[in-house]
Structure formats: C-alpha cells, structure tokens
C-alpha cells in the first residue's frame, strides 16, 4: 500500500492564481480531511469528508474548496491564492482511530 | 471552540533526564492523540489514549490521560537525542466514530543535548 499520497511536494503561486492540491489514499478510507501547518504551529482542520459525495467544513475553511466523487481521491482547490495561504498542506485519512497523514505539500504564495 | 494548549513550548534537556510534556484542553473529549514531528517531515504517531486512566508507553516514552482533568501528559524517561523533535497533542471530538476531528496543540520542541 502506497497509502496517503499527496502532489505537489512544492508549489510557488502568485496572488490570485488558483491550483489544486492532490490526495489520494489506497485503504479504502471512508474518512480524509486536509490540514494547514504554519510556522511553529500545530494543524489546523480545512475540510473533512466522510465519504464520497459528502464533505464539510472544519476550523479554517475560507479561501479553500473540496469535493469528494471517489472513495481514494480528496483535491484541495485555491481559488484565489493569497499570501495568508502560505503553509504545508497535510491530508489524512482514517478509519475509527486508526490516522494517517500524507507527506504534506509545500506552498508559498509570492 | 475546543482549545489544546501544551507546555512547554520548548524544552532543552540533557541526555539520561527525565521530563514531561503537558496538553491541557477545554472541552470534553475521550480521544486523545500524541504525534511526533521532524524538521520537514510529516507527523509520526505515537500513541492513541481512549479512556480515562489510560496509559500507553513506548521505549522511553509514556503517554496517559485524565479526562476529568482534561490532560493528558508525555513522559519522557532517560532521554536520548534521537527523541530531538517536535511533540504534538490533539483532541478528537470525532465524527461519528467515522472519523477524526483533531484540534492539535501548538507543539513542543524538544532539544536533547549529549
């Protein structure tokens, strides 16, 4: 199992442009939600999904959209990126108390 | 709004002392999540507390928690560089059993000197 796998690694936006960040997983996770790190801080939840064609908001939800059509894919869209998104973006997936977070992806917004 | 808060923010500590980590939290949770973190890298768990009382340990590491104080707690015995990282808490308020709904602490920085 690959398990949670995210691209980019790294990504360099303007202010303004939009760009998707990608998440899959291959354990047949019901549960994914995607995570924001800035410097020196825990995470913090963006959006959740507890399954294919339901999602919901968590703590820190403006700026970002998500849709869920499939069970192993999550995208994270940035609609108009801004500074303030500058972060490493962590997706998750888990079953009950079982948690397991992607690599993470590096963003920085010029 | 769920609060998480850790002490302390950061720790420098010689090799073969003992010290412990503190993640207070505001509201009413049985789930409770310990995760390390190393520079660039992504987050490593360690352990799951889900009751009251639980105690979990691991190597040199322990891990409890006291839900009716709301605390949990990260025991460090001997302490040995390869633990230099940064330690994370976080509360699960769950989604149904489905899922996890983590609200993290802000972490600590543990430095291990030889």
């Known amino acids: 199992n690959a398990g949670v796998t995210q691209t980019p690694k790294f990504q360099v936006l303007k202010t303004g442009q939009s760009m998707t960040l990608q998440c899959a997983q291959d354990?047949?996770?019901?549960?994914m939600s995607w995570y924001r790190q800035d410097p020196g801080m825990g995470l913090r939840l963006i959006h959740y999904?507890?399954?294919?064609?339901?999602?919901d908001q968590g703590e820190v939800p403006n700026g970002y959209n998500v849709s869920r059509s499939t069970t192993e894919d999550f995208p994270l869209r940035l609609l108009s990126a801004a500074p303030s998104q500058t972060s490493v973006y962590f997706c998750?997936?888990?079953?009950?108390?079982?948690?397991?977070f992607g690599p993470g992806t590096r963003l920085t917004v010029l | 709004e769920l609060k998480v808060e850790q002490n302390p923010l950061f720790l420098s500590m010689q090799e073969g002392k003992n010290y412990t980590i503190y993640c207070n939290y505001s509201?009413?949770?049985?789930?409770l999540y310990w995760y390390r973190q190393d520079p660039g890298k992504s987050l490593e768990s360690l352990f799951v507390?889900?009751?009251?009382?639980a105690v979990k340990q691991e190597g040199r590491l322990m891990a409890s928690l006291d839900t009716k104080a709301r605390l949990s707690t990260l025991h460090i015995t001997a302490a040995v560089h390869d633990l230099s990282a940064t330690y994370f808490c976080?509360?699960?308020?769950?989604?149904?059993?489905?899922?996890?709904?983590?609200?993290f602490g802000g972490g600590t920085r543990l430095m291990v000197k030889p």
């Open positions: 998750a997936s888990s079953r009950g108390t079982e948690q397991y």
């Open positions: 354990m047949n996770h019901e549960y």
């Open positions: 999904s507890v399954g294919a064609g339901i999602t």
């Open positions: 509201t009413t949770s049985d789930r």
């Open positions: 507390l889900l009751s009251n009382g």
């Open positions: 976080a509360v699960d308020l769950g989604v149904n059993n489905a899922g996890n709904m983590l609200t």
